[in-house]
């Protein structure tokens, strides 16, 4: 039987009152995607502009002394940061090592020893609510727990607070690096007569290496950039590190020093400081994420 | 010897394994891990004692700090925080959204998506002091102007009261602003992302513009999860030390305008733990465990939210 | 020497039949054939939920056994329980005993390492380590303590010729397995198994993942290999139980329906649902 409607001309033709609001529809359609196209490039705009400001103002002075002298005194001109690179590269390093092996392991335990009890639960609580402490309170603690303890401020001071800022990332990301092994390499090592402690030395750890090491990576970067954890725990100084138990110079507190003081001279140190750190800090982030990131196939 | 004979033999020779040293060694980190916890809070309450017993609960709505008379409230620096985290919040908010949308939509083509995901990625590992020093030299001259701007246009609301300094809380709330934009981007892309693709293309089927199907679908179905990403960048905001320290102007005077110096529990540490000595040290104390208390249930509720936000997503697929 | 009766399973009504001239000719002439595994009233519960119900049987020695029925019917379970595999999911518990050679495996006196290297497994989907070729198919031995070059050079050859897979990777044993294809993967896998010497092969649907070609030739392995290891193996595919295997025993719904040489199981059942599954009519 002959369908009429089909046979109307004017069956495609939409000249209902719901087209005109179609219309309507695809104008505030387009004037949304447009207001989110620019509210996200606006994010763009500060960022560029602290980009292209360390960069313009740290690269006039950024050369191989400032790697090699000591910062200038109030006023003075020339001098650098090399005792500021060296602490900060100091502290981290010692920081990582009181930190990443029993993270590393608390993240063995919880995730091949003992996945579902009391103890892993706990750990996985504390570690998260770690995460979620202001690295100032990292800071606080290392004063109240060293500097007060030893009466003097100091480097491993500074590391310590730096230490409890990496050990609950450093504890997340290898869980999640463990996690991400597969079952059948467990299954296969076992059905191969191994022990638990052979499984996960021979078989588990070396299939999450490259993850574990990415997430200490990351939480290099970050501790590196801190300056909170170190304010008053490593406080400042003038000279080159001689101990780990005295005031010790760091890129992040040179530059919160420095940018605050009213000599030229002085605030572009600051700069050039800026521009080493936050190079150093992509550099560590890149690596982690590019080099260590292969997954084998 | 038959073969069943020399495998039953075989079942029990001696395996020289012996007790798994290395399970305790885990297990001993782990305890470790949640003893360091505790020895965090317990150091600081140790030394927070003597402010503790000295000022109560009043420390929290006492208005003067002062070291040289031992007298110390926290009350500025309260409002200080709660301030500048919402505004930073208000600030972000929108920004951090429309980003996380439209990253998760392809309105541009992909290599333009990438490139915005970087560019937030390096927002957020840029260090704290570099925005303090940038907001030294970029915002504060910027919020001096727009402070004595709506100071000569508005002279009778407080809240942009002058004389306008460039060392102000809005200052640091701009700064901290872009600094927690990252966070918000990244959780609640998330959660757009695990907004199951049946709603959306139900939603479509239906002949929902693009947009129709974000508000009226995506959104309501990822709302828990941007309400998760807002707190846990909340409790960012009111962490967050060092740029606020050099931006805020860390005035322990309590004030109600946006251009005048104030201060925060973090920049208030940052600034006076260096010097401090005697009952300011156990002062300075009491408001780092006032600071970590408010950060915690901040973060807990915001981490409460996330759980909440995927068992709801799950269910649907 | 007459061949030994099938064991008694749960739903036989008669008496066994008394052995007929076929069943005596086609049984290799094996002085006193034993049984190596031996299964009794064996129920296997994942929590509250029971997987397999009163299992009783022998898997003869060097003989090709094979595990049939469809999905979830418990094959896999029971394959796993000889091995104590199933020991690494939170949760599980059994009644009943199993016994290798004569010995409960879980006795108190066994210990599972043992157990497990004289009971090898293949999986579904090969998983070689991500190592060298000669280290995964060496990795028994290093666990075992076992460090003399030449003691792992000679396992290396004599399990990878075991594996029909030496000539092929004679000259790169030191490159990575994950380069191998599927087959030879899985071919490894087998090498990897049998590199301790063990008494029995389980293989859980090992050419499930594997094409046509590779399958043939895992098949064609599996009748070399039992010439010295009794092997049980599960699979799916019925066409290949008939090729590879012995003796066959009927899974369903966690019941072991009936369990025979594999000829009987293809052409005379003796159970309604062996034959409705053996003839299609429902898989």
Known sequence: MDNPITHSPDFFEDNSPESTKMLGRSLFDRALTALCVGLSFLALVPLASILYLVVKNGLPLLDWSVFTQLPPAAGMNGGGFGNAVIGTLTMVGLALLMAAPPAVLAAVYICEYDPKGKLSNAVRFAAKLLTGVPSIICGVFAFAAVVLATGKFSAFAGAVALAVLMLPTILLTSEQALLGVQRAYREASYGLGATRFQTISRVVLPDAAPAIMTGIMLAVARAAGETAPLVFTALFSQFWMSSLMEPTASLSVLIYNFSTMPFEHQVKMAWTASLVLVLLVTATNVTAQLVFSKRHA | MSAPAAAKDALTAPVRTGPDYFLWLCGAASVGAIFVL??????????????????????????????????????????????????????????????????????LPKPARQFIRFVVELLAAIPSVVYGLWGIFVVIPLIQQLG???????????????????????????????????TITAISRSSLVAVPRTLR?????????????????????????????????????????????????????LSWSLFSPSGTLASLLANQFGEASGLQVSALMYAALVLVALTLAVNFAGEAVLRYTEKRTAGIR | MIATPPPMTEKTQSAPAAPQAEDILDVPQLPGRPDIITVRDFNFFYGKKQALEDITLDIPERQVTAFIGPSGCGKTTLLRNFNRMNELIDGVSHTGDIKLAGRSIWDPSVEVIALRRLVGMVFQKSNPFAKSIYENVVYSLRIAGTRQRAVLDETVERSLRGAALWDEVKDRLHESALGLSGGQMQRLCIARAIANRPKVLLMDEPCSALDPIATMRIEELINDLKKEFTIVIVTHNMQQATRCSDFCGFFYLGNLVEFDRTKQIFTKPREKRTEDYVTGRFG
């Not at chain 2, 008379?69 to 972000?92: E, M, Y």
């Not at chain 2, 102000?168 to 700064?175: D, G, N, Q």
């Not at chain 2, 929902?208 to 409790?235: C, D, S, Y």
């Open chain 2, 201 to 253: 293309e139900g939603s479509y089927a239906l002949g929902a513009t693009r947009w129709e199907a974000i508000f009226g679908v995506i959104l309501p179905t990822a709302a828990p999860g941007i309400v998760a990403a807002t707190i846990l960048a909340l409790g960012r905001a009111m962490g967050e030390t060092m740029a606020v320290a050099m931006l805020i102007g860390n005035s322990p005077r």
């Open chain 2, 38 to 107: 505790g020895w965090i809070f317990f150091e600081i309450f140790q030394e927070a004692i003597p402010a503790l017993k000295e000022f109560g609960a009043k420390f929290l709505t006492n208005a003067t700090w002062q070291p040289n008379r031992d007298r110390f409230g926290v009350l500025p620096f309260l409002v200080g925080t709660a301030a500048t985290s919402l505004i930073a919040l208000l600030i972000a908010l929108p920004p951090g959204l429309a980003i996380a949308i439209f990253l998760n939509e392809d309105f």
């Open chain 2, 148 to 182: 004595s701007w709506c100071a000569e246009r508005f002279p009778n609301v407080p809240l942009l009261a002058g004389p306008a300094y460039g060392n102000s809380l809005l200052t640091a709330s701009v700064v901290l602003a872009l600094m927690i934009l990252p």
